[in-house]
Nanobody, 124 residues
Framework: QVQLVESGGGLVQAGGSLRLSCAAS????????MGWLRQAPGKERDLAAA????????YYSDSVKGRFTISRDNGKNTVYLQMNGLKPEDTAVYYC?????????????????WGQGTQVTVSS
């Protein structure tokens, strides 16, 4: 079992930056692929970024590519999402998720453990 706790969300103006963190409990963190998913009001939850177990393979959705960076520190059991050039359409609840596999997948149902989410609001 893995517990995930997100932090770092908030309100920011368009063009600004935020850094999300996700702290994981448990000994297996380094063997899990991790993802950041987001859900805007009235929309389905989708994958914004993902990273494999060692951090040498990443995925970004087209909407965040070039602006967001996912990274992990297995020594600290933490995964990060650096978000630059934020846009109002990035407004959503952001969820950290863990997949019991070394490699990431793009479908949300592929992830086994979820955090409670953190709100990110970007004003225009």
């Amino acid at each position: 079992q893995v517990q995930l706790v997100e932090s770092g969300g908030g309100l920011v103006q368009a063009g600004g930056s935020l850094r999300l963190s996700c702290a994981a409990s448990g000994r297996s963190f380094s063997t899990y692929a991790m993802g950041w998913l987001r859900q805007a009001p009235g929309k389905e939850r989708d994958l914004a970024a993902a990273i494999n177990w060692i951090g040498d393979s990443t995925y970004y959705s087209d909407s965040v590519k070039g602006r967001f960076t996912i990274s992990r520190d297995n020594g600290k059991n933490t995964v990060y999402l650096q978000m630059n050039g934020l846009k109002p359409e990035d407004t959503a609840v952001y969820y950290c998720a863990a997949r019991r596999d070394l490699n990431w997948e793009t479908t949300p149902r592929s992830y086994d453990y979820w955090g409670q989410g953190t709100q990110v609001t970007v004003s225009s």
